[in-house]
C-alpha cells in the first residue's frame, strides 16, 4: 500500500502521561501536515514541514506538542502531559508541492484516535 | 482569513433521489475549494477540487460542484443517491495564491441515505 500510513491506529492513554505518534507520507510528498480532529467537527491544522522544516505552527499546538521531521520522511507528534482535552483523532496528510501555487492537493491517512482517562 | 461555513449540519435523501450539499466560503485570495468525503473508520478522500479553470468541476463517484463566485459558493450536487454515499462531507478552502497554506475544514454534513 503506497498511501499515507499512521501508528498506532488507538492509544489509551492516562491523564499526565506522554504520547508519541508516527505518520509515514507518501513516499515522494515533500509536505506533511497534522490535523486534528474532534468529535462532530472537522480537521484543524497543527502544523506542517516542507522537507525536515517546520514552517507552520497553529496557535492549537501548544507547548505541550511538539513535531519532528527528521529525515524529511516520515514524522512523529508528541504530546506531554496529556491532557483529557487531547482527545481526539490526529490525522496526518501528505502532499507532492512544486513551487507553482497553492494546489494542496492532501491525501490523508486513516488517524490515530487517542483517548485521555 | 479564510473559512468555510457548511450550511447543513445533517441531510438526509432517499436512494435514487438527488442530494444538495451546501457550502459558503470566505477568502481573501484566490481560494482553492475542495469537497472530502469521510467514511466511518476510514481516512479522508479527496472528492473533487477547484483550483481556477472551469467553474464547474466534476469528482468521483457521479459528484460535481459549481463555484459561483458572486454568491461565494461551492455546493456539492450528485443526480442519485446511492446508499454507499452515506457519510460525513467537508467543504474546504486553501489559499491557491499563497502555495502554503494548510486547509481550512468545515464542520461537516452528514449524508444519510435511506433505502
Known amino acids: 500500500d503506497t498511501g499515507v500510513s499512521q501508528n498506532p491506529r488507538h492509544k489509551i492513554t492516562k491523564r499526565g502521561q506522554n504520547v508519541t505518534f508516527r505518520c509515514d507520507p507518501i513516499s515522494e510528498h515533500n509536505r506533511l501536515y497534522w490535523y486534528r480532529q474532534t468529535l462532530g467537527q472537522g480537521p484543524e491544522f497543527l502544523t506542517y514541514f516542507q522537507n525536515e522544516a517546520q514552517l507552520e505552527k497553529s496557535r492549537l499546538l501548544s507547548d505541550r506538542f511538539s513535531a519532528e521531521r527528521p529525515k524529511g520522511s516520515f514524522s512523529t507528534l508528541e504530546i506531554q502531559r496529556t491532557e483529557q482535552g487531547d482527545s481526539a483523532m490526529y490525522l496526518c496528510a501528505s502532499s507532492l508541492e512544486t513551487g507553482q501555487g497553492g494546489r494542496n492537493e492532501q491525501f490523508f491517512g486513516p488517524g490515530t484516535r487517542l483517548t485521555v482517562l | 482569513a479564510q473559512s468555510v461555513t457548511q450550511l447543513d449540519s445533517h441531510v438526509s435523501v432517499s436512494e435514487g433521489t438527488p442530494v444538495l450539499l451546501r457550502c459558503n466560503y470566505s477568502?481573501?485570495?484566490?481560494?482553492?475549494l475542495f469537497w472530502y468525503v469521510q467514511h466511518p473508520n476510514k481516512g479522508l478522500q479527496l472528492l473533487l477540487k477547484y483550483t481556477s479553470a472551469a467553474t464547474l468541476v466534476k469528482g468521483i463517484n457521479g459528484f460535481e460542484a459549481e463555484f459561483k463566485k458572486s454568491e461565494t459558493s461551492f455546493h456539492l450536487t450528485k443526480p442519485s443517491a446511492h446508499m454507499s454515499d452515506a457519510a460525513e462531507y467537508f467543504c474546504v478552502v486553501s489559499d491557491r495564491n499563497s502555495g502554503n497554506t494548510p486547509l481550512v475544514f468545515g464542520k461537516g454534513t452528514r449524508l444519510s441515505v435511506i433505502a
Open positions: 477568502s481573501s485570495y484566490s481560494p482553492s
